[in-house]
């Protein structure tokens, strides 16, 4: 009996050596087997660095236990305590799998198959494995040399020997020699049976491709053909007999158990379909039946057992279907559906434990790989490995992939499989759930070398590389340029220059030999950008060619990727994220303006790569505003401030035209937007408020300069017009009002020659010649037009409205809000101009009049000679004049007893108008259609020429991206003119009633 000082000693000893439960220990080490080494340190240490010490010791007593004379388990202990590598294999195997710990216990001499440690022991093979099973004459003997090569794997892998891609490799080589004995076991029951048949067995799955589990099914393919001579049929009949036997052999359980279960599930028409087929009828079922998912399992598939040659024909013969599988209908689609439908199919309670199906598991790491595959494998042989992670980094290699991305995949493949291993390792059990058991999560975190905390670092990261492998998946699995380059027929993937040619000539480009110079540029080489390069092209040249002009889109393409190419986030960024490329690719076959911006400041391509549509998403005005006078602050002086927030529109501008071209024209994962108005009121609020904020950033930059942080006087800035009204247009001028107030103690001359000086200096600022689109101040509608002052004190306003305000000024102020400055001073203005513009009685006759006249000059004299009135979208007959005219002649009348048509917007007026009853909603939607089209066309005018203009260009390529701007394909530029024609002609009809209406029209 142990002495009470030494047990206090021995067990904390224990403790610190990883043991939970050490008076279980204590007692085992008592034991009399273990007597000879009780006091050795050597033994406690090793037991220690098990991943179970508990578990490894038990082992060790059942292994000694079951020795059947004192003299054999004196030398096990004595070999144990010696050599140090048979110290660790075997104590690392009993405490890391009880199922092996049985098995040890059951034949106490198989752990002298790990006595071995020669270099030709470290990675053994299928040769190697075959001669271990050589001697099994049945299937129960099989088992136990099965096992006893299993123990040998398992010992090289707990102490690091292997790693996990050559354990699972290990493990694929034991299956195809055991898949051979078995055979060979079938064969020699029915000899009669082989000498009819050629059976060929070709793995799938995880053994195909040399990464087989611990426990798992091995997936089969049977090719039988007849031997010389032999009839068909009898012939198929006796190799399905053979291959039901070796299924049984393997599947069968035995008082040795199973080894595992094989699969046949994987053939053509599956469990419903023949055994064995010969290599024709698979052939013929895989040309005319199969289905996607069966191509993608055809990735592994690679010959085992039987007659290799036959199997090598099979593989040959099938690669070539394998390779075209890309190229069917809705193929990524359906391998996406599949994937979806496997993680649905996980019961509720297990999905987050579920290692190799759910969401961030093994799964979604080897359908990523193996749909990246298919599609760029048709044209690039490298990709064409069965094994995952071989796969991975030829992927990455041809750039395919990013490096970070699959490095990071791989190491979570890695991690996720040793987990799979060492939970599988304790029983021998087919699982893939990680355990709730402490208990179980600290062996598997210890056997990991997570020593620390193992439960704790375990989950963490776990939890860490679920989460990555999450987010990379739904990143490569569901990239829209994946589906795009799966359309491409498999000749189109890579062009030589000869098809290239051809191509570029068929998809309508205008100057091939160009062409052709760009596209060499651009992808000739070996560097990883032109491998990227040679991925992107043959989808880009596609979507360059949906645009009037695919010429101009290769092009800017170039030029754009010759500005970044030192920049290692550009291809990535179109290889990757989202419909980054699509976007791109739309963006520079659009028209001039966008790629002119574009090309000023590259790096806004970032914007494109936010897969739902957030990078193009408009920035509110507070946004902008904080960061223009940010940068404002930070500049040197007025000039540096401006050119700052000129910088600051130019992105602006580029993130809003692309959004409308990508609303516009739509892409393959995005329809073009179906509210066509509410794209026309994001370009105009976008463009606004833009303008709102370069204009407080300017007078900020003005201010700071000239007088510090205050001006002699308050200032405020009023938008007008349209800018008013939210309603800009990529070109539109900004028409304001500058209003300001002396402060205390200023004297009013002092504080107007600073007014003036500030606007004066605003004005300068803004028009220095740069080659960003002009902003340009147009304060034209202030009292007494351009033969009044610039700026006036806010009295002087009062006192000019109170007693000269004409029928015109009110109408203009309808859009008046104030946009920079003195909010409190802006406020007042609104204050001052309400009673004005929302005058109580509406408008006598004779006022409605001079409305009516001032229109007519106005058109009469601005409409440009030889313009055609019934295409010109501002001034012609049922256009934006006759519209917003309308609108504001019914807010003149009525917006005093109207609250909702106190608004500068023109179709919140409308639809106020129409809630009020002042119009029916059939007119209001004639008109409110008639003002969304014609703001389009003068949007689309402006994105294509890179310069404002109110009538359809008369370039054949221009109209043509005009009209495909406005939903018309090619060929259609004349149902684009008619449509437009017969939306104003209709909207004109409803003008005439409302606006040039005689008395009739109370409303009015």
Known sequence: MTAPGRRSSTFSRLLRHGFTDASAAERLLDAPELAPVRNDPVLLEALGATADPDLALRGLVGLLEAQSAP????????????????????????????????????????????????????????????????????????????????????????????????TAAELADLATATLRAALALAKAAAPEDAALCRLAVIAMGKCGGHELNYVSDVDVIFVGEAVDGADEGKALRAATRLASHMMRICSETTVEGSIWPVDANLRPEGRNGPLVRTLSSHLAYYQRWAKTWEFQALLKARPVAGDLELGEEYVAAVEPLVWKAAERENFVADVQKMRRRVVENIPVAEVERELKLGPGGLRDVEFAVQLLQLVHGRADASLRSGKTLDALQALAAGGYVGRADATQLDEAYRFLRSMEHRIQLHRLRRTHLVPEDDADLRRIGRSLGLRTDPVTELTREWKRHTSGVRRLHEKLFYRPLLDAVAQL?????????????????????????????????????????????????????????????????????????????????????????????????????????????????????????????????????????????????????????????????RRE??????????????????????????????????????????????????????????????????????????????????DVLFVHEPRDGVDEREAGQAANKVVAEMRRLLQIPSSDPPLLIDADLRPEGKSGPLVRTLKSYEAYYRRWSLTWESHALLRAEPVAGDEDLGRRFIELIDPLRYRRGGLGEEAVREIRRLKARMESERLPRGADPKLHTKLGPGGLSDVEWTVQLLQLRHAAEVPGLRTTRTREALAAAREAGLIGAEDAGILDEAWVLATRVRNAVMLVRGRAGDTFPTDGRELAAVGRYLGHGPGHVGDMLDAYRRTTRRARTVVEALFYGSGEQQRL
């Not at 050599?83 to 195997?93: F, H, S």
């Not at 093979?125 to 088992?143: C, K, N, Q, Y």
């Not at 030999?513 to 760009?518: C, E, G, I, M, Q």
């Not at 794209?679 to 370069?694: N, Q």
Request: some cysteine.
């Open 71 to 166: 003299a054999a388990r004196r030398e096990l202990l004595d070999t144990v305590i010696a050599a140090k590598p048979l110290r660790d294999r075997l104590l690392g195997v009993l405490g890391a799998s009880a199922a092996l710990a049985d098995h040890l216990a059951r034949h106490p001499q198989d752990w002298r198959a790990l006595v071995m440690y020669e270099p030709q022991d470290l990675h053994p093979g299928v040769e190697e494995f075959e001669r271990g099973l050589a001697e099994a004459g049945d299937p129960v003997a099989l088992r136990v040399a099965y096992r006893r090569c299993l123990l040998s794997v398992a010992a090289r892998d707990v102490c690091g020997t292997t790693d996990v891609a050559q």
């Open 489 to 649: 027929p498999s000749g189109e993937v890579r062009l030589s220059p000869e098809a290239a040619r051809e191509r570029l000539v068929a998809l309508g480009y205008a100057d091939p030999a160009s062409a052709l110079r760009h596209l060499e540029a651009l992808a000739s080489g070996v560097t990883r950008k032109a491998a990227i390069q040679r991925t992107l092209l043959p989808v880009l040249l596609g979507w360059f060619a949906d645009s009037a002009d695919p010429d101009a889109g290769l092009l800017n393409f170039r030029k754009v990727s010759d500005a970044l190419g030192k920049t290692p986030w550009y291809l990535r960024l179109l290889r990757d994220e989202g419909a980054a490329a699509e976007n791109l690719a739309r963006v520079l076959s659009a028209g001039r303006l966008a790629p002119d911006l574009l090309m000023r400041a590259p790096e806004a391509v970032a914007l494109l790569g936010d897969g739902d549509g957030g990078g193009l998403a408009p920035r509110s005005r507070a946004h902008l505003e904080q960061e223009i006078l940010a940068a404002v602050r930070r500049a040197d002086d007025a000039a540096q401030g401006v050119t700052a927030a000129r910088g600051v529109r």
């Open 653 to 734: 501008l580029f993130r809003t035209a692309a959004a409308d071209i990508v609303g516009s024209y739509g892409t393959e994962t995005q329809p073009a937007e179906a509210d066509q108005g509410a794209l026309v009121d994001r370009v105009g609020a976008a463009v606004s408020d833009l303008t709102a904020a370069t204009l407080a950033g300017t007078l900020r930059a003005v201010v700071r300069e000239g007088w510090g942080d205050t001006l002699p006087t308050r200032f405020a800035v009023i938008a007008m017009g349209r800018f008013g009204g939210h309603e800009l247009g990529y070109g539109s001028d900004a």
